[in-house]
């Protein structure tokens, strides 16, 4: 028997959805990752980079438990430091933005986003120099521990089901076993 796949956390699918919106949708063309360790070169630029950096998770509900999450999904957008660097990250900015603002449940990935603050620098040293815009949207998400994810599941047919009548005295006076027929289509 295999093992189960395992669940892609829904930061991972967060990531991975802003990297999809963007893909093509800049002047980074295809050189957007979902990582903040990939080493760029001055020959890669621009490109993008994205990663979460922080989460807050207040509980929203007790019984069943629910978490209102909201993650920071930080978008780097890396260009040449040359005397234009400025217009250049301004102008991928832009494209970023316009991309992630048309589409604020990032393709489903998240209930609702929002850019919140960005922060625009040099990065490297010496000749290896690149602008840097970190462009901070804050995502949306819930999540619902221990619930089981539905389409994991094998489609329900039969059920045992024990009555134990009072007073109860933990031997069951009634069993029953119900299947569900579903007719083919």
Known sequence: MSPAPVAKHP???IREAVVE???GAT???ARVWASRMRHVSSRDLPAIGVYTTEESSP???????KYERTVTVAVDCMVEADESVDDALDALAMQVETALMADPTLGGAALDSALMRTSIGLVGEGRTQAGCATLEFEADYETSPGLVDLDSLDDFATAGVDYDLAPADGTPEVQDVVTIFTPDP
Request: no cysteine.
């Open 59 to 65: 509980l929203a509900d007790v019984s069943p438990r």
């Open 27 to 29: 002047d980074a063309g």
């Open 21 to 23: 919106l963007l893909t």
């Open 11 to 13: 930061r991972q699918l």
